[in-house]
């Protein structure tokens, strides 16, 4: 019972750290790791006395070490189908940024009109979000928005709205959102399904604060003037070079739904499949340049850019939430849910509300093993409690709202998701500042669009 007390400790303990990275100047990725390696050294260590608890004991401590030690390599698993994933899509989004391959869509956007711009940057952001991730189209827009407008508070107002966006459209596509991604890739969601029930309460969640500001804002806003030098003159690529790259990079990403649809093999394998593609297409393309040219336009030259220490964050995180769910603490926290919530609207809600405060990755993970996926003959056996379990079935209920509520929660606070997180490091917004300004819209937002989803399922 004491290794059992002191895994949850331990796990909270993490939790605060990786909550607290700013303050402690200690990166999430190396508490995450420590996190997930202890919590496993207590669990195989006290395998002999935790699960009997759960009532997974067999006879002698060994043959428990070794049932701990099965269960790390099953978990490992599904954790290294979400890493390999990431890894093959952020490869992909690099090598088109790394050919310029956005300009197609910057070098677009000519309005003054701070309402018109409003609105456009909100829907780029809402789109170009389902097609790459939340992440990735923020650091996107966020450069872009540098280029437009010239007086930094300004220039704020308008990369709130971009995390309120990225995190909506980001929601109701299966590579869109990392806890989109996860469910997906878990079989919790099919691609089809997400996209249809979502679609809507994702864009509910967009349109009512751009609703709501179109009463208020009004003018122009003031470009910078910036005079290029002859290096920024020189375009790395050409403007064909461009164009196929962000094409085939946008298709490899958008293929992959099909591909697993097609071959029913994990996602990974068709990422890496257009990843692979993608790679032999740029070393002929630039084949007959000198090294110095080449080597930032090839794989090999973009893979230094990929964000390692969010993979070992992802790796970290999901390895300890997968002790708790072996040792059985996230069961017993199931229970609890569903005896003082009472149902799944409720419980989803409350999740995504502390997505803004916590990460959004563990909350997933966590839910993902508290409510284990029901295949069919489970429901059918249900009896009484089949309007209950019929919620975690592919597709069910519960999922659907999980990865709604997830991916648009953390907008109510610029900590609360990646997004937020990566546009306050790029442009220094001030956090107080984002409560007073964003978070209010942000919240209409995502309670507009819990409303939506809860009034639609309602009637079907």
Known sequence: MFAYVLMALIFVFGYLCIALEHPLKIDKAATAILTAVICWTVLVLGADSILPIIGSGTAGAS?????????????????????????????????????????????????????????????????????????????????????????????????????????????WSPIGDVTTTMLWIGNQITASGIVAQLFIPSLVCLLAPLLLLSLTMKGEFERPVVKPTKEERRDPTTAFERNLVFILGIGALLFVPVFKTVTHLPPYMGILFGLGILWVVTEVLHRGKNEEDKHPLSVVGVLRKIDTTSVLFFLGILLAVSSLATAGHLTQVATALKDSLGNVFTINIAIGLLSSVVDNVPLVAGSMKMYPLVSPETLAMAGSDSSWVGNFVVNGTFWEMLAYCAGTGGSCLIIGSAAGVAAMGMEKINFIWYLKKISWLALVGYLAGAATYIGLATLA
Do not use: C, P
Not at 105 to 118: A, E, F, G, Q, Y
Not at 124 to 143: E, G, H, P, Q, R
């Open 63 to 171: 043959t428990n070490a070794h049932h701990v030690v099965l269960e790390l390599r099953h978990h490992l698993g599904e954790v290294s189908e979400i890493l390999f994933f990431l890894m093959g899509a952020m490869t992909i989004v690099e090598l088109i940024d790394a050919h310029e391959g956005f300009k197609v869509i910057t070098d677009r956007i000519r309005t003054n009109k701070r309402i018109h711009l409003l609105w456009m940057i909100g829907f780029i952001t809402f789109f170009l979000s389902a097609a790459l991730d939340n992440l990735t189209t923020t650091i996107v827009m966020v450069s872009l928005l540098r280029k437009l407008i010239k007086e930094q508070h300004e220039r704020w107002f308008y990369v709130g709205i971009v995390v309120v966006a990225a995190n909506a459209g980001g929601a």
